[in-house]
């Protein structure tokens, strides 16, 4: 590995974003690759990460850091990503679901599945199951992924499922689901195509759905 791409990955694992960003430019101006950036810099360290976060080296404190180091590096790369034109791994709609507000799961999914290589819209808090729907159709997404934090609103995945299928959409498009209470009997039991316990998990089961 070149030494500014080993550069950005010990900037990432080490939640370092001003060195992630520094990096980045100097992998730029020396006329690396971007794709070679994406794939053999930021991608890898955030494989890194998810790895100590499943060996317990990491938490998620030291996750979001890491991946709000990644998402700078990635803001500064994505125009050299599009004139390149550098396809993502997939394109995920996500969302808390109607009811709830909780965001920093939610957002810790997709910041790390943006560093995995897929382009991520993320919908935020208290999201309708229509606009889900909606929003899968219009950007013709490849996988939905649903997070609820409480009991309550875990059933708005349901209706969410439910949306997806009345427009048409189920076909083609998998569904992902995760959260504190929810359990892969639950996933099954509302008939989505797989649960992720967390955001390191959630990326490997976004990568299977695909294949």
Do not use: C
């Amino acid at each position: 590995m070149d030494t500014v791409l080993q550069d950005i990955w010990a900037g990432v694992v080490g939640g370092n974003r001003i060195a992630v960003v520094e990096a980045v430019q100097a992998a730029l101006s020396e006329g690396v690759p971007p794709k070679d950036i994406l794939h053999s810099g930021l991608i890898p360290a955030m494989g890194e990460v998810g790895s100590r976060f499943e060996r317990g080296a990491y938490f998620v404190p030291e996750m979001l850091v890491a991946a709000r180091a990644m998402k700078a590096g990635l803001t500064l790369l994505r125009p050299s990503l599009v004139v390149q034109n550098v396809a993502a791994s997939g394109v995920v709609v996500i969302g808390t679901v109607r009811g709830d507000l909780h965001d920093i799961g939610k957002s810790l999914v997709a910041m790390m599945l943006e560093g995995s290589g897929f382009e991520v819209i993320d919908l935020g808090t208290d999201v309708p199951p229509e606009r889900f729907a909606q929003v899968a159709k219009e950007v013709n997404a490849d996988v939905i992924g649903l997070s609820a934090l409480l009991t309550t609103t875990m059933q708005h995945m349901r209706s969410t499922v439910k949306a997806v299928e009345e427009a048409g959409l189920r076909e083609r498009i998998r569904i992902m689901v995760g959260g504190a209470p929810v359990t892969e009997a639950f996933a099954k039991e509302i008939a989505a195509d797989g649960y992720a316990p967390d955001a390191s998990t959630a990326v490997a089961l976004a990568r299977r759905l695909l294949r």
